[in-house]
């Protein structure tokens, strides 16, 4: 098996074009100055409590890809074998889960991405759901996220919801400013940490430095979590976590944005979602029925 086969295994029909969102329907964010302005400066911005009122039902639908991982998209187990705990993540289900699907459609996510990515518009790309459970020991690989994906641009936001209380020692950490590096990490295997498509080289991208041997060298930015934190952060950031114990389950819940300069992007390797037959070519806009805009600046 080719390292990474597994992070995009599919084992449903997870895309059904055709579902329609009313943008009418979207819960506004009151984004203040200061907050943009860092999100600009560090590439990543905590709004304390700004989902709480979502984390229940995020929890519920959560649980539905946690009970059945096969009735759902690309579900993928990190933790090494017989290791401690489970590491257990999954995406692409926006469409499939009905609470997801009332998050992306009711809640202020839409909002918030487009003035943070100071764009005339917020277009969505995917959901990611991740879990560790209590015992777990295994880090999340210090990684960006725009190598992974088929899109680039310079206007992208993830807006991470955490769904349970985390400590600073098992909450996720970002590398301020690493947005503004003009560099692209080759994308990891969440379970070991390899880099994969470095088997089809990229011009453009390099391995991952070792943050956590040099952490002096980097402005680390990280902060203990409560249910419905949520934090705002572009997808060049390098994020990650350590392997300390995690004492109780942590949850969270990513939607990804894309803004108005994004475009399709043909990467020399496997780029994920690993969307087929969408008829785009590199440097196209997003196919917005696929992907739909849900909110635009006034
Ligand atoms: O919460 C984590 O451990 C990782 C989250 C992440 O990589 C993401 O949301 O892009
Ligand atoms: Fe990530």
């Excluded at 579900?75 to 090494?80: D, G, H």
């Excluded at 379970?191 to 089809?200: H, I, K, L, P, T």
């Excluded at 991208?205 to 934190?229: F, K």
Aim: proline residues 7%.
């Amino acid at each position: 098996m080719q390292q990474g086969d597994q992070f995009n295994q599919v084992t449903v029909d997870w895309h059904q074009p055709g579902i329609s969102i009313d943008p009418g329907g979207l819960a506004p964010f009151a984004a203040n100055a200061e907050d943009i302005a860092a999100f600009r400066r560090d590439g990543v911005v905590l709004l304390r409590g700004a989902s709480t009122e979502w984390v229940e039902t995020l929890r519920a639908g959560l649980q539905r890809n946690l009970d059945k991982p096969g009735q759902y998209a690309f579900p993928c187990e990190s933790n090494p074998s017989g290791a401690p705990g489970r590491f257990f993540d999954s995406y692409c289900n926006w469409q499939l889960i009905p609470e997801y699907l009332d998050y992306v459609s009711h809640s202020n996510a839409a909002s918030i991405a487009g003035q943070f990515m100071d764009s005339d518009y917020a277009q969505f790309f995917h959901e990611h759901a991740f879990m560790k459970a209590p015992g777990t020991q295994h880090a999340t690989p210090w990684h960006q996220d725009l190598p992974y994906y088929c899109v680039d641009g310079d206007k992208t936001a993830s807006v991470y919801v955490a769904l349970d209380h985390a400590d600073v020692d098992v909450a996720v950490q970002f590398v301020r400013g690493s947005h503004r590096w003009n560099r692209l990490f080759y994308p990891r295997v969440f379970e070991d940490g390899s880099a994969f498509n470095d088997d089809q080289p990229d011009a453009r991208m390099e391995a991952v430095p070792d943050i956590d041997a040099n952490r002096e060298q980097y402005d680390i930015a990280t902060w203990p979590l409560q249910p419905g934190d949520t934090i705002v952060f572009d997808f060049r950031t390098l994020h990650g976590t350590g392997d300390a114990t995690v004492g109780s389950i942590r949850r969270a819940f990513s939607t990804r944005w894309l803004g108005d300069d994004v475009t399709y992007c043909e990467r020399p390797g496997e780029t994920s979602p690993p969307y087929v037959d969408h008829g785009m070519q590199h440097g196209d806009r997003m196919r917005s029925d696929w992907f739909p805009v849900l909110w635009r600046a006034n």
